[in-house]
C-alpha cells in the first residue's frame, strides 16, 4: 500500500514536505479481516485543523470509498464497496470497525443514476451537515433571509438550495465571480457576494434591505462579523466552521461579536454533525428524493491520482474547488 505520513506538524499554509508518501508491506489478511482498494478520497477543511491533533508518523486522516478486492469477514463481501476512514492511502486491511472513526464503515447501497462518490459529498457527512445545521439551528422560516458564506463548496452551495425549497431569500458569499455565477445562474440563489473583491458589508444592505434572519457560517473572521452585524432581531447562526483561521498563525482577531449578540438578541450555535448521527437516516432519504427531484444540484472537483492528493488538499484550501472536492485513485 502507498501511504501519505505525516513528516511534519503543519504550520501556516500546508507544504507538500510536510507529508510524506511510504510503502507498507501488507499482511495476509486473517479470519473477520478484509482488503479494500480505495477508489475515491474525500478531500475536506477538517483535515487541516485536525491533523496537528495526530502524532507525527500517523497516516493522514480521511475518509474513503472503497472496493473490498479480498475478504475473510461476510458483512464485507468482495466486490462492494465500503466507506471508510481509513485516511490518504491506496489500501487498508480492516476487521469492520477501526477506532476513531467518525461513522462506523458500512456498505455502501449503490442507486441508480446517482455516482458512488456523492457517498463522499452530498449523500455523506457534507450533505447531512448541511441539512442538519440549517434545519436544526438556523431554523429558517418561509420568506426570511439566509445568508451563507463558503457558499460554492460542498456544505454552502446545499445549505443555500435547501434554504430556497424552503422558501427563502439566500445570499451566498464567496471568493470568486465563476462561483458566483454557477450559485445566482444555476442553484437558484438570489445573490452573490465576493469577499475578496466587494465592500462585504455594503454589499449585504444592498442584497438584505431588511437584514438577515439566518446565517450558516463556514468561514468565520471577518466576513462573518460583517454578517453578524448585519442580522434582525432573533437571528440565528449555525457555526459550522471557520476555514479564514485553519491556516493561521496568528492568534484570532479580537471582534466585539456579544454587542450585536445581546441586543440583537441573537442565537449562535456550534455543531459537529456528528450530534444527529442517529438521524443520517433520515437525512439521506430526504436528500436522495431532492436529488431525484432535480431540486439539488451538485458539483464536484474531481483531481485524479494518489500522487495528486497534496495537490487537491492544496488547492481546495486555496479555493479551487467547486462544490466537493475529492481525489479519484
Ligand atoms: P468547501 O468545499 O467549502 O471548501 C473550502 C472552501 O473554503 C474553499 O473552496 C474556499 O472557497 C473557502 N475558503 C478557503 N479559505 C478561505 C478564507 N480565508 N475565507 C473564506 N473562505 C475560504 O469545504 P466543505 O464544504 O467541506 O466545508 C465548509 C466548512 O464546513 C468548513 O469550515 C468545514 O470545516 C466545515 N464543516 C463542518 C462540519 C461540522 O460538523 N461542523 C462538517 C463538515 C464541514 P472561496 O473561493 O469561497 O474562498
Not at 449523500?123 to 439566509?146: D, H, R
Request: charged share 20%.
Amino acid at each position: 500500500a502507498k501511504v501519505y505520513k505525516y513528516q511534519y506538524k503543519f504550520r501556516g499554509f500546508p507544504k507538500y514536505t510536510d507529508l510524506k508518501i511510504t510503502e507498507e508491506e501488507l499482511p495476509e489478511i486473517q479470519d473477520g479481516e478484509y482488503l479494500a482498494q480505495a477508489v475515491y478520497l474525500s478531500i475536506d477543511p477538517y483535515m487541516r485543523a485536525y491533523a496537528n491533533s495526530l502524532p507525527v508518523g500517523s497516516t493522514m486522516i480521511g475518509t474513503q470509498i472503497a472496493i473490498i478486492i479480498e475478504s475473510k469477514n461476510p458483512n464485507f463481501p468482495v466486490g462492494k464497496y465500503v466507506l471508510g476512514d481509513f485516511g490518504w492511502r491506496t489500501h487498508t486491511i480492516s476487521n469492520g470497525k477501526l477506532e476513531n472513526e467518525k461513522i462506523p464503515q458500512h456498505i455502501l447501497p449503490q442507486h441508480d443514476n446517482i455516482p458512488l462518490s456523492y457517498h463522499l459529498g452530498i449523500l455523506g457527512l457534507v450533505g447531512y451537515t448541511a441539512y442538519f445545521g440549517l434545519l436544526n439551528i438556523c431554523k429558517p422560516k418561509e420568506g426570511e433571509t439566509v445568508v451563507v458564506s463558503g457558499a460554492a463548496g460542498g456544505v454552502g452551495s446545499l445549505v443555500g438550495q435547501i434554504a430556497k425549497i424552503l422558501g427563502c431569500t439566500v445570499i451566498g458569499i464567496a471568493g470568486s465571480d465563476e462561483k458566483g455565477k454557477w450559485l445566482t445562474g444555476e442553484l437558484g440563489f438570489d445573490h452573490f457576494i465576493n469577499y475578496k473583491t466587494d465592500d462585504v458589508k455594503k454589499a449585504l444592505t444592498i442584497a438584505a434591505p431588511n437584514g438577515v434572519d439566518c446565517y450558516f457560517d463556514n468561514v468565520g473572521g471577518d466576513v462573518s462579523s460583517k454578517v453578524i452585524y448585519q442580522m434582525n432581531e432573533f437571528g440565528r447562526i449555525a457555526v459550522c466552521g471557520c476555514i479564514s483561521n485553519y491556516n493561521s498563525i496568528n492568534e484570532p482577531e479580537d471582534v466585539l461579536l456579544q454587542f450585536p449578540i445581546t441586543f440583537k438578541q441573537l442565537r449562535m450555535e456550534g455543531f459537529v454533525i456528528s450530534r444527529w448521527a442517529d438521524s443520517f437516516a433520515e437525512a439521506s432519504l430526504q436528500l436522495l428524493e431532492w436529488i431525484k427531484e432535480g431540486k439539488l444540484k451538485c458539483r464536484e472537483t474531481v483531481t485524479e491520482g494518489f500522487e495528486n492528493t497534496f495537490e487537491a488538499f492544496k488547492e481546495m484550501l486555496k479555493g479551487r474547488n467547486v462544490g466537493k472536492a475529492i481525489v479519484k485513485f
